[in-house]
């Protein structure tokens, strides 16, 4: 990423998440995002900067949805206890996102899942909208290839001008290699992130990689995007990058820490 603003706001997450808190401020912005794979909950202080958070996987959420409304709320707000112990304060307000073009309907059940855990809800976005604060784009392709979801922005002038989001992510290369190998989700998900395995496990994930591009392609035709920007924990897979680069002819950027990306922005989107 060739933005060190955004990469220097990762470093400081990647110490402090599940750790202790960096520093204690005066207020608090927090950011609340609701993953098929993770929650997390981020958070920084008045200036942007982070100071603490929590994730942890949980499978509460489908494909950008709320499925188990009491589970989701027991995990957010065990973390916002927890943090309130850790800062000292109460968190009272914060940030939610769901994945564009979601419905009402589902954007509230996301909200009542954070209010429910004790946070007023101040702002919603929507998942790309929050990683352009923290990739500093105003123009571009941000590609969010989370657990259960690809969700594409185009942005133009800092404005987003086209959202859409299709069922392809994280999971379904877990399912590709649970299949391929004949083991369990839980296996493949654990060969699929040992960092040393991947260079080995590509030919048998390139179908899928393509699939991912096949989507990213559809949805970015008739924009005039030159860079694509990559974010989300599947798009740390090894390969990837180059896939959608070569397949597409479109530079295309991963940042250090594709995982935090959203859940950062959504804090920067609390007032
Ligand atoms: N280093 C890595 N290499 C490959 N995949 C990874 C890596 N780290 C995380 N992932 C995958 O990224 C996915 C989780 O990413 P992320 O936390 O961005 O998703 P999410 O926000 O929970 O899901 P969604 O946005 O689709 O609701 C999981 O499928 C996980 O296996
Ligand atoms: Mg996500």
Redesign the pocket.
Known sequence: MNNLYGEKLCEMFASCVNSRPLKKAAKYRVGV?L????I?VAVVDEGGEPVAGKMQRAQV?K??LVVDFIGARNIVAKMIEELNEELGTELLSGACAV?PGTGIADSKATMYVVESAGLEVLNIVD?PTAASKVLGISDGAVV?I????T?ISVLKEGKVIYTADEPT???H??LVLSGHFNITFDEA?TM??E?KN?KKLFPILKPTMEKVTDIIRRHIKGFNVETIYLV???S??YGLKDVVENTLGIKAVVPKYP?FI?PLGIALSCP
């Open positions: 995002d993953g098929t794979a993770n997390v959420v494909d950008g994945p998942e969010d989370g657990g259960g979801t969700g992510g994280g999971t290369f877990t998900e699929k992130l960092g991947q989300g924990g599947a740390a897979l995982l959203t």
